[in-house]
């Protein structure tokens, strides 16, 4: 008897390897997948202005990013002595006018050279709702809990959506043929918008992904996570304290499935290997100058030193500073 209804997780038409470099936007679920490929060293840059959940907030970074479009100072506010964007996270929050247009223009200038180098974009939409601000007719990525009066709240539709992301998905495959975007839907469920609202804006996301798919079929595709977390891991046990967002265990096992599209046996032997370095790298021995200890340290940087020559475009600085420091007794 089968008391599940599993997700059918075919191979993907592309694979991913270390020598891929992945880029990451969208809500905090596609922050999610991203710390799960950073934990195994995978070349990965996520959210570079923070987490972002409407179609219009994401399309409008993205926009910037390919540009390389510096913000100005009339894109920031100041509230309480505090300056703020409304393009930008929570986190990029200043006393100083010009150290937040600093931070925040480091962060699109490095996010447009990693992204020339991007082979697979990952997108989740979080929402179909955005809000207008009233006084610049702009949508905002984050509303910094100023007045909701200050703002319009609006639903996109399918076709919204498809409107706002095509023109900087038909760049990304203008400027490099090649490239693979990912769309997911969040299975971070909206509660505020309630049971119906948020099923009918995550069905509008769906819709208009499923366009996009149609739109591009050799650079476009969709990933399952909405479906993984609805049908497959619909047991409460699988969620976190709050009843919305997934546990760490159904993050797991996701991007175990995630894997499963696209990941060879090859990469899955390098991840291994990875993963195995990095936990000895931070084994805390009761005496580090024994002998047992010096040939476990030997036997893991010379793993190191062999991961080095096969990737040497990852950094395991840190593994070899963490045994070095080991041997000399000390914490690093």
């Known amino acids: 008897m089968i008391f599940r209804t599993e997700i059918d997780i075919k191979k993907a038409d592309f694979g991913i390897t270390y020598a891929d470099r992945l880029f990451f936007l969208g809500s905090c679920f596609s922050t ?29 970074l993205l926009q910037r990013v390919i540009d390389n479009t510096a913000f100005a100072p009339e894109d920031t506010f100041l ?54 601000l009233k006084r610049t007719n702009e949508v905002v990525a984050n509303c910094h809990k100023e007045p909701a009066s200050s703002f319009e709240r609006f639903r996109l539709s399918p076709d919204d959506v498809e409107a706002e992301l095509l023109p900087v998905i038909q760049q990304l495959i203008e400027q490099n043929k090649k490239i693979n975007i990912v769309f997911t839907v969040s299975p971070i469920r909206h509660w505020k918008d309630g049971a119906h609202g948020n099923q009918v804006s ?56 995630f894997g499963k599209a696209y990941f060879s046996k090859e990469t899955l032997k390098d991840m291994e290997d990875i993963c195995s370095v990095v936990q000895a790298s931070q084994h805390r021995p009761l005496n580090p100058q024994s002998f047992s200890f010096q040939l476990f340290r030997e ?5 190191i030193e062999e991961l080095e020559q096969k990737f040497p475009f990852l950094d395991f600085g840190r593994e070899k500073a963490q045994m070095n420091g080991e041997a000399n007794g000390k914490t690093i």
């Open 32 to 60: 999610n997948m991203a710390e799960q490929l950073q934990a195994h060293k995978f070349p990965t840059m996520v959210n570079p202005t923070g987490v972002l959940f409407n179609p219009c907030s994401i399309a409008n």
């Open 79 to 132: 509230t309480d002595g505090i300056w703020r964007s409304f393009q930008l996270h929570g986190s990029f929050a200043t006393a100083s006018q010009d150290e937040l247009l600093s931070i925040a223009n480091s962060a699109i200038s490095q996010a447009h050279l990693f992204l020339k180098k991007t082979t697979v974009l990952f997108i989740t939409l979080g929402t179909a709702w955005a809000y207008r």
């Open 299 to 303: 036997k893991t940087l010379r793993k």
């Open 202 to 257: 995550k069905s509008t996301l769906l819709l208009a992904i499923e366009q996009l798919v149609e739109l591009f079929p050799g650079n476009v595709h969709y990933f399952p996570s909405y479906e993984i977390m609805m049908d497959d891991l619909r047991d409460y046990r699988f969620y976190a304290d709050d009843m919305l967002h997934p546990s760490d265990e159904a993050i797991r096992y996701i991007f175990e499935l």
